[in-house]
């Protein structure tokens, strides 16, 4: 337990996501104990334990829906004449067809990478914006230098005091970053855009601009501005926004999903350690125990379709 939360801890520093699961009932016999826990990763590779062979690829395919859904999920694993009477509203129905007939329920829970916040110069409003995103519980990097990344989970807020707003605006749009902001008036704002046309940035590049930087409360003080500009950050990020495009790499993985013929089970042919060859064909099995069952007679199973 304590190198899993090791590992937790530091891909929370490395702003990777992750899904924890955490098995919450079982019904013997099965090797999940309540309590037992396990990190999924992007790769489908899984630190931790929480079933068996059979249990795996089902935990990790959908661990991959709830990364890209964002939405915590209770899954039930188990025989499908043992659904009635166990669920509960809301709970994903796995049916299990392996030798076992145990059951497990377990909780995967998506852990994304909290926002992060570029803000570009140094002056007093720069200091109260980390500030405040730093109390929302949200990542802050405050930086003079224009040599920063950012990916779709970072927002870039320049505030550079007219120093060097085009060179920092033109590296923020060369970026992947979810939100660019200019703390300017809009006169400045306007030639500034006009500067980055005649360079030759993108109009495309040029709508993700937001110049002037924040809701628009008229003429106001330093706090006031970062408020404005942490409020229209918020309001993007309740909006679906500042998602690091990471988070959605599980769903990218390539996979080549297919019906284990003796059990139904679906799993992964690129991953799967129990893989046989009949007549041209591959066939994926859950566990070495369907490999040997199919080996035994393979014409038996063999007509069972591969998934789409």
Do not use: N
Request: proline share 5%.
């Amino acid at each position: 337990m304590t190198e899993l939360l090791g590992e937790a801890a530091r891909l929370r520093a490395a702003r990777e996501p992750y899904v924890l699961a955490t098995v919450v009932w079982r019904r013997a016999p099965t090797s999940g104990t309540p309590g037992a826990k396990a990190i999924v990763h992007l790769d489908g590779s899984v630190d931790g334990w929480v079933g068996g062979a059979c249990a795996q690829p089902t935990l990790v395919r959908q661990a991959r829906e709830v990364l890209h859904e964002g939405v915590p999920r209770l899954v039930y694993l188990g025989p499908a004449d043992g659904l009635d009477g166990v669920l509960r509203d809301g709970v994903v129905r796995v049916p299990m067809a392996c030798e076992s007939e145990g059951a497990l329920e377990i909780f995967l829970e998506p852990v994304l990478p909290s926002p992060h916040v570029v803000v570009v110069g140094d002056s007093d409003l720069t200091a109260r914006l980390a500030a405040l995103v730093g109390a929302l519980g949200w990542s802050v990097t405050v930086t003079d230098r224009a040599d920063f990344a950012a990916d779709a989970g970072t927002a870039v807020v320049v505030a550079t005091q007219g120093r060097w707003d085009e060179e920092a605006v033109q590296t923020a749009l060369g970026t992947e970053a979810g939100y660019v902001g200019l703390v300017a008036s809009a006169r400045r704002a306007a030639a500034l855009t006009e500067w980055l046309r005649g360079v030759d940035v993108p109009e495309a590049a040029l709508a993700r601009l937001h110049a002037p930087a924040g809701l628009d409360l008229g003429s106001v003080e330093h706090e006031e501005i970062a408020v404005a500009i942490l409020a229209e950050l918020v309001a993007l990020r309740a909006a679906g926004g500042l998602h690091a495009s990471a988070s959605f790499a599980a769903v990218t993985v390539q996979q080549q999903e297919v019906l284990d013929p003796v059990c139904g089970m679906t799993v992964d042919l690129t991953t799967s350690r129990h893989v046989s060859e009949w007549q041209g064909q591959s066939f994926g099995f859950c566990a070495a125990s369907c490999k040997h069952t199919f080996d035994s007679d393979p014409e038996k199973y063999a007509e069972v379709s591969t998934s789409d």
